[in-house]
């Protein structure tokens, strides 16, 4: 019978540790986690166990929050790298934390004779554990949305695009939707480009941009505005006719010069500043 | 009028707003709409979808297909349990803004489409329904 002020769950992970270890590992391998080396389970349960027995004997309590989890935690952490890194689903992961219950609970079985007792200590190491392997998953969710966003943050930069069509004339063919953190470097990226070339003509294409609304507009505007401030002039292209339609139905008033096509928009951008593309004269026979 | 169809979408962020606009392009798609009124009733779902997201501080998109017995429509119902709008009719006026937008979107939305109600208690929400029909 475990004395007053030790837990049966302290009790057994201290005076059974190996023993423990062992039918826990058993289990892991048995249920199938698959790819993994028998050492390197056998290491990182190990290294659980450790850790999961100092923070219970800091008395820590058993919602698994606070800084004597902390250790516990990072050795979560680390299982969660290595197996998310060989392919492991998040189930998979948790069934880490999960698989300690089986022996962990036929001990206590036996360790606590009393029934009433043996409830509560089952409930309260289920919850304690529960939390633990959450967590896992926890973490691989977070490493998700960290991959995540930096996809979002390539995109950002890949999708915009400055190409200089002619002497003084840029272009900036926009693709996709237009929302406020991809205008800023779409922005920043004109804006930058505009006084590289020494531009006075900017040509902004909105093709490839599927749908114009307010925000859309108030983005244009000021981005034509601080073209504008830098002493180049924008012309929009690419507005195709329901757009047209749906800019005039908001009542949105853009004041500036607009052209069906890009190649429209080059015509006038060459007759501004002068420059002239003909065919050269009639081919020698 | 029957609903044929009921789906929900959530509205909360910047990329729910994408979202709700793809569906209605593939719902007003599905439904046979000109391209001019597929355009126009993505566009005012994505000014309806701002608001709730920026102002309602988030809520729900219903997609429904009606049927008037004749012809079929598409209806969005925007909800939220934001602060609400005290006063409807200066909200729906144009250049009124409370943020630091046009002003133009709930009277943009209106006109660009063709069943428009908005229903709002300070404290409570606010409802707005689009409809469009073929």
Known sequence: MADAGRSPLLEIVEGNRSQLLESWVAHQLGSGSGQMRESEIREQSSRFLEEFRSALRSGAGGDAEGPSWQRVKEVLAEVSRTRTAEGFTPSQTAMFVFSIKEPLFRMLRAAVPDGAQLAEEIWKTTVLLDRLGLYTTELYQKTREEVIRRQQLELLELSTPVVELWDGILALPIIGTLDSERTQTVMENLLQRIVDAGAEIAIIDITGVPTVDTLVAQHLIKTISAARLMGADCIISGIRPQIAQTIVHLGLQLDVVSKATMADAFALALKRTGQRIGRSGPAQA | ?134
Not at chain 2, 63 to 73: A, K, T, W
Not at chain 2, 102 to 114: D, F, I, T, Y
């Open chain 2, 1 to 134: 009028m029957r609903v044929e169809k009921d789906e929900l979408v959530p509205c909360r962020t910047a990329d729910d707003i994408v979202r709700v606009r793809k569906e209605v392009r593939a719902r007003t798609v599905a439904l046979g709409f000109t391209l001019v009124d597929q355009t126009k009733l993505v566009t005012a779902a994505s000014e309806i979808a701002r608001n709730t997201v920026e102002h309602g501080g988030g809520g729900i998109v219903r997609l429904q297909v009606v049927n008037d017995g004749v012809r079929n429509g598409l209806r969005l119902v925007f909800e939220d349990r934001g602060p609400g709008i005290r006063d409807i009719a200066l909200a729906m006026s144009d250049r009124y803004s409370t943020g630091t937008g046009l002003g133009l979107g709930l009277s943009g939305a209106k006109r660009l489409s063709q069943d428009f109600s908005i229903d709002s208690k300070p404290g409570e929400g606010t409802t707005v329904v689009l409809g469009r029909w073929k």
